[in-house]
């Protein structure tokens, strides 16, 4: 394995015919001789170092012998007991290792949305370019038996930034001489692409670095998942609380906040032992490829097993605090006054229950979501929750910042009613509701203000403010209507392609007892549906139409209107210029398809325009049904399609890929 390959690290591996098996060594032995041929049996430890390696054959006096189809990889066994990624059951192997299909879970807490995502694992080049990741981190050939060590260099190799790794992040929402991030479809192109061009792929964000990597790792053998965390922090100072700064208008002051909540986080969780850590850290870790800050002079972050997050074990390895922030810390909200040319800061309130919210990921076996949140943390407000928060702050930077002034209590109770989303080109409509369940009269003065703010919390425009004084002298409740038109927000959809969503911003002031109330409210867009007709079954090699369909329901025009379809195995990513489509306007695409392997397959098909800021996605199995009978190559064999062999098996390499026959073997270590 590798340029310089030496026995003393075990890049070299020279194997003489053995008898007795042994677990933890290289052997070979002789199975049977047939006039010139023999067939032998090569095993290799359970703890070999994962790469792609080279063969060569020598007998007696004879030269060495190089076979022209000479390559094996060796990766890790999810398969094999004795490796420190084995999973034991047949349903999380399948679906953890071998699904080559999933959804990627984004909007928000309130509206989640699947969105499917390709991994293709098992496509060409796929191994072949992590196997070139695997080189150009410079690991040492015994830290690639260590799936620890193995997937933090992944999580800094699938970003760009330190190395000029897989992929750009980008959330300017301009997306010049690249891909926008909305309208990839899965992770083939991506590592295609990087592997066939050696340069970094321009652009991604949270949701497809997530997606690459746990591509990455699936290919190397190590049981992924890929996981939204809802309502996710992003903490600095690393305090445990995000801290929101607003004017007496309801405006987020983007200067002084440095925190931020993003809407939804995508990372992976990889599974494996732990053995650099106390006993009973084992099974799944956290692991990031989003560039959000620098771990150990890296963009890199993890693995961080799931079992110490959750019980507030933050000083271990690796990067553990920065993932319980995410998704334990509290939610500060300032306000921020000019008084005397000095900015005077108000505490209005504090959340404790806001973040970490529906953590999601794909269920086993199923195309439903399920619901994770109590592997990273416990019930909030229960006695083991308090527990590892007060663990976590004995070891992070926790002061309470300053308390709010005693004030008289004004029995008041504000509230905002809007509905969960909002039909692009529809009115924004919400209302700023009052409750005074006081005997008192009381003047109170509303700031309100709607902002587009993308999926990171930054903002991107405002929408509209409101300022108003009423009276409730013999008023109970108290509604103020807040009414957007839609040309508020379409011109600065069409300044930025990327996910947004509208902030609702209100605070309250008493002018009698100087008591301060704020709320907040969160609206994403609603989009027309995408069809995808395609036959119930078809036969191999043989041509189908797939058929996209869409009609613009909207009262807008959609410009600029770009169709990305994808189907693994089926047919490679496409990307249809559409043009405009007016209200009430269809397009309708169709695609030849060949298949030419087995199974249900996955059709993707992802819409964007100028004004269609958001993806809209659907997935479709295709059950393919055969005439005839299938042999599964070595390839397809050992990478999921059947049993993996096991230590002394008779491994047979023929079959075919692509029409022409090949003679390569992908064999997991063991």
């Given at each position: 394995m590798g340029k310089a390959p030496r026995k003393s690290n075990e890049t070299l591996v020279v194997m003489k015919l053995r008898g007795q098996k042994e677990l933890h060594r290289w052997q070979m032995a002789l199975l049977g001789v047939n006039g010139k041929e023999c067939l032998l049996s090569v095993s290799s430890p359970v703890d070999t170092a994962v790469g792609k390696y080279f063969l060569s054959v020598k007998s007696g006096a004879d030269p060495v012998h190089t076979p022209e189809n000479n390559t094996i990889y060796f990766i890790f066994n999810p398969w094999c007991?004795?490796?420190?990624?084995?999973?034991?059951?047949?349903?999380?192997?399948?679906?953890?290792?071998?699904?080559?299909?999933?959804?990627?879970?984004?909007?928000?807490?309130?509206?989640?949305?699947?969105?499917?995502?390709?991994y293709g694992q098992f496509e060409e080049d796929i191994l072949d370019a992590c196997m070139f990741l695997l080189d150009k981190s410079n690991l040492k050939p015994r830290d690639r038996k260590n799936p620890v060590i193995v997937s933090r260099a992944m999580s800094a190799l699938v970003n760009a930034n330190d190395d000029c790794g897989v992929l750009l992040a980008n959330w300017s929402g301009m997306y010049k001489g690249g891909t926008s991030p909305l309208a990839w479809t899965g992770s083939t192109p991506i590592l295609q692409q990087y592997f066939r061009t050696q340069k970094t792929v321009l652009y991604g964000q949270c949701w497809v670095f997530a997606g690459v990597l746990t591509t990455v790792m699936r290919s190397l053998g190590v049981p992924s998942r890929t996981v939204t965390n809802f309502a996710s922090a992003h903490d600095t100072e690393q305090n445990l609380r995000v801290d929101v700064y607003l004017n007496e208008k309801g405006q987020k002051i983007e200067d002084l906040t440095?925190?931020?909540?993003?809407?939804?986080?995508?990372?992976?969780?990889?599974?494996?032992?732990?053995?650099?850590?106390?006993?009973?850290?084992?099974?799944?870790?956290?692991?990031?490829?989003?560039?959000?800050?620098?771990?150990?002079?890296?963009?890199?972050?993890?693995?961080?097993?799931?079992?110490?997050?959750?019980?507030?074990?933050?000083?271990?390895?690796?990067?553990?605090?920065?993932?319980?922030?995410?998704?334990?810390?509290?939610?500060?909200?300032?306000?921020?006054?000019?008084?005397?040319?000095?900015?005077?800061m108000t505490k209005l309130r504090e959340e404790t229950l806001v973040i970490g919210r529906s953590i999601s990921t794909k269920a086993v076996g199923s195309n439903t979501r399920e619901d994770i949140t109590a592997q990273y943390k416990f019930t909030e407000g229960s006695p083991e929750e308090r527990k590892a928060m007060e663990k976590a702050c004995s070891y992070l930077s926790c002061e309470d910042g300053p308390e709010a002034a005693p004030t008289e209590e004004a029995n008041i109770e504000l509230k905002i009613q809007a509905g969960e989303a909002v039909w692009l080109g529809d009115p924004i409509r919400m209302s700023v509701i009052i409750n005074n369940s006081s005997a008192r009269s009381w003047t109170i003065k509303l700031g309100a203000t709607c902002e587009l703010q993308l999926y990171t919390g930054k903002v991107v425009a405002v929408l509209g403010s409101v300022s108003e004084t009423v009276a409730t002298a013999g008023k109970p409740v108290i509604e103020v209507p807040v009414h957007l038109e839609a040309s508020s927000y379409v011109g600065s959809l069409a300044s930025v392609d990327d996910e947004v969503i509208?902030?609702?911003?209100?605070?309250?002031?008493?002018?009698?007892?100087?008591?301060?109330?704020?709320?907040?409210?969160?609206?994403?867009?609603?989009?027309?549906?995408?069809?995808?007709?395609?036959?119930?079954?078809?036969?191999?090699?043989?041509?189908?139409?797939?058929?996209?369909?869409?009609?613009?329901?909207?009262?807008?025009?959609?410009?600029?209107?770009?169709?990305?379809?994808?189907?693994?195995?089926?047919?490679?990513?496409?990307?249809?210029?559409?043009?405009?489509?007016?209200?009430?306007g269809i397009f309708k695409c169709r695609i030849i398809c060949t298949p030419k392997k087995a199974g249900k397959k996955t059709i993707i098909a992802k819409l964007n325009s100028i004004q269609f800021s958001q993806s809209a996605?659907?997935?479709?199995?295709?059950?393919?049904?055969?005439?005839?009978?299938?042999?599964?190559?070595?390839?397809?064999?050992?990478?999921?399609?059947?049993?993996?062999?096991?230590?002394?098996?008779?491994?047979?390499?023929?079959?075919?890929?692509?029409?022409s026959s090949i003679l390569q073997t992908d064999l997991p270590r063991n």
């Open positions: 007991e004795g490796d420190t990624v084995f999973m034991a059951g047949d349903k999380e192997r399948s679906e953890y290792v071998l699904n080559d299909t999933g959804y990627i879970y984004v909007g928000s807490k309130d509206k989640i949305h699947a969105r499917p995502w390709n440095t925190d931020s909540i993003w809407n939804f986080h995508v990372w992976t969780d990889v599974w494996m032992t732990r053995p650099d850590l106390p006993q009973g850290y084992e099974g799944w870790q956290a692991v990031d490829a989003t560039p959000q800050e620098i771990s150990q002079g890296v963009f890199q972050c993890g693995p961080a097993p799931l079992k110490a997050i959750r019980q507030g074990d933050v000083y271990l390895t690796y990067d553990t605090k920065f993932i319980f922030a995410e998704v334990n810390a509290d939610k500060v909200f300032w306000l921020v006054k000019e008084v005397n040319g000095v900015s005077e509208v902030q609702g911003h209100v605070i309250a002031a008493i002018e009698e007892t100087e008591e301060k109330f704020s709320e907040e409210v969160t609206l994403t867009f609603q989009y027309p549906p995408l069809r995808v007709e395609v036959p119930e079954t078809v036969k191999i090699g043989q041509n189908f139409t797939c058929a996209f369909i869409f009609k613009n329901t909207l009262s807008i025009p959609l410009e600029n209107c770009k169709l990305h379809v994808e189907g693994l195995g089926i047919f490679m990513l496409e990307t249809f210029d559409q043009g405009d489509v007016l209200p009430g996605s659907i997935r479709c199995c295709l059950p393919l049904r055969f005439d005839l009978e299938i042999f599964w190559s070595s390839q397809e064999a050992f990478r999921g399609k059947r049993d993996v062999p096991r230590s002394g098996q008779q491994l047979r390499v023929r079959g075919e890929k692509g029409g």
